[in-house]
């Protein structure tokens, strides 16, 4: 049976596509395309251009000059509206730093990009996440170092692979990921249900 009080389906285009359908077709309510994302993988980081600065590992003393920068990095990416609550993304951020997984770009003491990461049981890949670079300071290679950097690292810390998602709407972030190495493999979709 299809339960009808879904808030929505994330899946491959065709997959979540075909989903939406039949709950619209069975439910009569109304669902509207929130956006779509390319699945990325890679398993080689292209040589990038490093700006001033380097990658650190985010810890507990950083939280608070780190969670605001993750706030605004959820409103940007227009994640679906209950990943935006400042109090979720501040459940996630404690999570990523007490696993060692929040990474931010700094130059002297000025937080300049923001990334984190998860992995899959027994270091058989990761997803890179919450890359984010504050709006003043974008187009100086920030996203490109934080990302090129954290996936370099996780392949030396012996995953296999290192993925991403990006927002097809957003031409930037596409291409950087791709000049890094990244592959595009899959398009998602999310469809978000409501009543007619």
């Not at 459940?91 to 990461?117: H, T």
């Not at 290192?162 to 890094?180: I, K």
Request: hydrophobic share 40%; aromatic share 10%; with cysteine.
């Amino acid at each position: 049976l299809l339960p009808l009080n879904l808030p929505g389906i994330v899946g491959p285009s065709a997959v979540a596509d075909a989903f939406c359908e039949e709950w619209r077709a069975r439910s009569s309510g109304n669902a509207h395309l929130h956006g779509e994302m390319i699945f990325y993988t890679l398993d080689r980081v292209e040589a990038f251009r490093r700006p001033p600065g380097e990658l650190r590992r985010a810890t507990i003393d950083d939280f608070d000059a780190l969670l605001p920068l993750a706030i605004a990095a959820a409103q940007d990416m227009n994640l679906p509206t209950m990943e935006q609550i400042p109090e979720e993304v501040e459940k996630r951020v404690r999570r990523s730093v007490a696993g060692n997984q929040l990474f931010f770009w700094v130059e002297e003491s000025s937080i300049q990009a923001i990334a984190a990461y998860a992995e899959t049981i027994g270091k058989a890949g990761a997803r890179v996440g919450l890359v984010y670079t504050r709006p003043e300071l974008r187009g100086r290679g920030y996203g490109t170092a934080i990302t090129g950097s954290l996936a370099q690292l996780l392949l030396d810390e012996g995953q296999a692979w290192v993925s991403l998602f990006a927002d097809t709407a957003n031409p930037v972030s596409n291409g950087v990921y791709q000049r890094l190495g990244f592959k595009p493999e899959l398009n998602y979709r999310t469809w978000l249900f409501g009543p007619s």
